[in-house]
Nanobody
Framework: QVQLQESGPGLVKPSQTLSLTCTVS??????????WSWIRQPPGKGLEWIGYIAYSGRTYYSPSLKSRTSISRDTSKNQFTLQLSSVTPEDTAVYYC????????????????????WGQGTQVTVSS
């Protein structure tokens, strides 16, 4: 059973960098064909995909957030991390990490049905 757990500050000031870590247990983040996504849900809105890091270490980001997003990993800890810079109140959301699978089509926006495991989500509020 794979488990994902998000961690990080619940409150970030405007213009600062939001940093969240997802710790994975029950499966390696380097297992072939799996990728590890960050997804968020602002209040009253739908899910928004932020980006992913693949088993190979390659990253792919949402075009709308690409300029502010960085996803990295620590394979020794089986963790991957989201950094979102220059945040505004519009970045307030519940942030999720999730595992997806694909054998082909790298470099395209993931589909929801590709995900099999999700973290419980963590609320991040951007406010001064």
């Amino acid at each position: 059973q794979v488990q994902l757990q998000e961690s990080g500050p619940g409150l970030v000031k405007p213009s600062q960098t939001l940093s969240l870590t997802c710790t994975v247990s029950g499966g390696s983040i380097t297992t072939n064909y799996y990728y590890w996504s960050w997804i968020r849900q602002p209040p009253g809105k739908g899910l928004e995909w932020i980006g992913y890091i693949a088993y190979s270490g390659r990253t792919y980001y949402s075009p709308s957030l690409k300029s502010r997003t960085s996803i990295s990993r620590d394979t020794s800890k089986n963790q991957f991390t989201l950094q979102l810079s220059s945040v505004t109140p519009e970045d307030t959301a519940v942030y999720y990490c999730a595992r997806g699978y694909r054998a082909t089509g790298w470099g395209t926006v993931p589909r929801l049905d590709e995900y099999d495991y999700w973290g419980q989500g963590t609320q991040v509020t951007v406010s001064s």
